[in-house]
Each structure stands twice: as C-alpha cells, then as structure tokens.
C-alpha cells in the first residue's frame, strides 16, 4: 500500500510472553520511528532508523525491548516477557531522507493479560 | 530539547474558525514549528509546518509570531471530522531533531 503498514492490528497476550510487532514502511523511506501511546497520553518516543547509521535507541524504556530493521526497509519491534504496564498502542512512522514530513501508520494495540 | 506550550482543550463550533495556539518561548533559530493532528484511533498525521514566514496550505494556516516565541494553527471552518489532538512540536535540523517529541496537545472538540 502507500502509506505506513503495521501489523498485527491488535494483540492481546498473556503476562510472560514474548510479542512481535512488524512495520513496513513507505517505500523508499530511509528513516524509521517507533513510538508507544498509552491509553490517553501523549506519544512516548523508542527508536529511531536511519538508513545504515547506528539506530538511535535512547528510548527504549527497558533491556526487555528491542528492534531491529533488516534490510533498510522492514522493522520489527520485540517485547520479551510482557508485563501489563506494556499494554499501549505502538506506532511506527517513516520518512524520506532529508524530508520534513513523518508518516504514521495505524498502530498495534497491544494488550497485556 | 526546546519544549512548547498548548492548552489541554478547546472547544469550537462547526462552520467557524478556530485558533489553536502554542507558546515555545526558548526556540532556537534554527528549529520548525510542526503541526501534527491525532483522530480518534488513529495515528499522527502531519498539518503543517513552517519556520518563520506564515504558511498555508490546504488543511490549514500557521501563523507564526514575529519573534517566533508562539504560533497559532488555523482551522478557517471547523468540520466535525476536525475533532482530534493537535500537536505543536519543535524540531531542530540538527540530527537531533530527526526525532518529533510529543507533548500532550490540545484536544479539539467540534460542537455541531
């Protein structure tokens, strides 16, 4: 499609399990952004891709959470042994090298039982 | 990172203008103002961005202050479909800035 695809839509899992979030972004796209919002707050940056430079990971809010981007293009988002406070919507945007505009998809709404 | 201000809602009726401001009185010369909205389950998506000259575009106007320490976003006629969370962001064209920090927006409520 032509914008930001994000998949699954939703996941519901359980405590203790391990969880993969996957975005593809725009074709051509060099940089790569995930964020997570959790349920009426604002957008709380992770990760940042650029092209072949080392990600920017400042974000990431525990050793439990980890991304990787294969290919420049496909990024997935891992989260090992979830807990409840991890239950968020998890967005992923991309934008074009030396762009202004940064494009969101969806979301995956995770949930944590 | 510079940081700005909006307050948390407004409400507007439909069919008037509405005016959605933000103060970021510590920008650098070097940082854009960006506009971002959120609908209702869905993601950010971007409005407009400028960095001093006032901008429009099919969406809307930024209108930006003379010493740049606030703007205002302008929705001409306010729809229904333009209830959402509105972001005022500062992005520098540093590599630091290749990141959007959020704050917690205005929300937008149309009344019909």
């Known amino acids: 499609g032509a914008g930001v695809s994000q998949s699954p839509s939703n996941k519901v899992t359980e405590k203790g399990k391990d969880v993969e979030l996957r975005c593809d972004p725009i074709s051509g796209h060099t940089a790569l952004y995930w964020y997570r919002q959790s349920l009426g707050q604002g957008l709380e940056f992770l990760i940042y891709?650029?092209?072949?430079?080392?990600?920017?990971k400042s974000g990431l809010p525990s050793d439990r959470f980890s991304a990787e981007r294969t290919g420049g293009s496909v990024s997935t988002l891992t989260i090992q042994r979830t807990q409840q406070e991890d239950s968020a919507v998890y967005l992923c945007?991309?934008?074009?090298?030396?762009?202004?505009?940064?494009?969101f998809g969806e979301g995956s709404w995770l949930t944590v039982v | 990172d510079a940081k700005t201000t909006q307050p948390n809602s407004m409400e507007s009726n439909e069919e008037e203008p509405v005016h959605l401001p933000c103060n970021h009185s510590t920008i650098s010369g070097t940082d854009y103002i960006h506009w971002y909205r959120q609908l209702p389950s869905q993601g950010p998506e971007y409005v407009i961005h400028?960095?001093?000259s006032n901008v429009n575009n099919r969406m809307a106007s930024l209108a930006i202050a003379e010493d740049r320490k606030s703007s205002t976003l302008i929705l001409h006629r306010a729809t229904l479909r333009d209830a959402a969370v509105y972001y005022c962001i500062l992005r520098a064209t540093n590599n630091a800035g290749n990141m959007l920090t959020f704050g917690g927006g205005t929300r937008l409520m149309v009344k019909p």
């Open positions: 400028g960095l001093t």
């Open positions: 891709f650029q092209g072949n430079s080392a990600p920017d």
């Open positions: 945007a991309s934008r074009v090298d030396g762009g202004n505009t940064i494009y």
